[in-house]
């Protein structure tokens, strides 16, 4: 790699690392495996860059990667979960709302990924679509599936449905 | 507050609580790509030397089967001996010879055949002229006779040639024959005897247990003789027979034994026309009857 190509990829890593590693510290609720999981997919940008560089979204190809590295923990955090009944769920002083993200816990990984994507990076439909790799209306039934529970669970009302 | 709202309020609130150091981890990336990528070289180049030592290890079975070679398998006693080994040889149980046997053999074989290819007397192994059998204290008249009759045998004491009867034969001369009034006919030769006084002798192998003799003059007439045998070989005469002018057949000797012959000057047993005078004594011996 060459050097302007290596200084590329450091302005985008200090630019998009921070946010990748906190959307999956949202679906994980772990941080060690939010580390984990951004920096496999960061090593995986980096063996990639000289083409991946070319993208009109760099940012969207490395956080597919983030997310399918993220779903397919969480899946394994719950397949064990239902060993150990243990759901590590955020619960420091900086959580403003334990309830919510419990919540959000008992969600199925990949509609975690989705009300994440939808709600905290405020992307529209088909990007979360686009970084999940499924089709716009697989991410609508994700959102309203997400937000069904969650109301239930938090004994929200449900107004209107996601667009 | 609607659950649109309380979603994005949590997530970022939670998020902002978790406290990132971008630099810190572009480094531990970028040594941990590092690390991979070595890791791929070192993995790369252990797979391509484990492939190099298993084609060099397998290589040839590996040839052998494509080309079709059979494998040499274990030995198993269940599955039958079909003959064609190449070592059947050692799997034979020889039969075991007495080493002078096979010692008189190959020395036979060899003068028979320096008989066959220079014409000559044969000599014995040394070069020296082939004794006479005897007592050794008296001239026994000359080696053996020069009338072979069988084809010479092949080089070599092969287990072909021993299993074959082993037969000889040998001729002597006489020039004269033995006054059987003298105080010896019918018992020892005088030590001053030979073929000159009427008394030829042969020497028997270990191995040769019977013999024929065949007597005649020079008109070919029959002549009679005693056969006396020695055989203890020392000198004296254990047992005699009377012939007239051959055997009937093979008769049996002791094995080594010396046979010593006098030929009656008076033919009589053997009629008129004999005249033991100088003639042709022809002993044959051989190990078996066959």
Known sequence: ????????????????????????????????????????????????????????KPEAWVRRVAIRLAVKTARKQRFQSTFSDDIDVPTTSAT??????????????????????????????????EIMDCSESTAKVHLH???????????EEVTVDVS | ???????????????????????????????????????????????GAAAAALMLLAGPRVADIILGIEIQKPFDPAVPDNGNDEDVEEDV?????????VRRANELAERRQQ??????????????????????????????????????PGPGPTRHHIDQPRDRSASQE??????????YAGYDCPSDSGPDAGCVEFQARSYERYLSLNISD???????????????????????????GSTDGFVEIPAGARIEIQLFADNDSCGPEGAPTRGTVTATFSDRLE
């Open chain 1, 1 to 56: 790699m060459g050097s302007g190509a290596a200084e590329g990829y450091e302005w985008f890593f200090r630019s998009e690392y921070p946010q990748v590693v906190r959307t999956a510290y949202l679906v994980l609720q772990d941080k060690e495996g939010a580390r984990d999981v951004a920096q496999e997919a960061f090593i995986q940008l980096l063996r990639h860059w000289a083409k991946v560089s070319r993208y009109d």
């Open chain 1, 96 to 129: 403003r709302d334990p309830d919510l993200m419990k919540a959000v816990a008992t969600l199925p990984s990949a509609q975690r990924a989705a009300v994440v994507l939808f709600y905290f990076e405020d992307r529209p439909v088909s990007e979360v679509a």
């Open chain 1, 145 to 155: 599936r997400a937000r069904k529970k969650l109301a239930t669970a938090l004994g």
């Open chain 2, 1 to 47: 507050m609607s659950l649109d709202a309380r979603l994005r309020q949590g997530f970022i609130a939670t998020a902002d609580a978790f406290d990132i150091n971008a630099e810190l981890e572009l480094i531990n990336v970028q040594a941990a790509a590092r690390l991979r990528e070595r890791r791929h070289v070192f993995i790369a180049a252990f797979a």
């Open chain 2, 93 to 101: 149980v020889k039969p075991e010879f007495d080493p002078e046997d």
């Open chain 2, 115 to 152: 008989q066959v290819e220079t014409g000559r007397r044969p000599v014995a192994i040394g070069g020296a002229p082939a004794p006479a059998s005897g007592s050794g204290s008296r001239p026994a008249g000359g080696g053996e006779g020069t009338g072979a009759q069988q084809p010479a």
């Open chain 2, 174 to 183: 006489y020039r004269a024959g033995i006054d059987t009034t003298s105080q």
């Open chain 2, 218 to 244: 020079a008109s070919g007439n029959a002549v009679a003789a005693v056969v006396g045998i020695d055989a203890n070989r020392n000198g004296k005469i254990e047992d005699n027979f009377e012939i007239c």
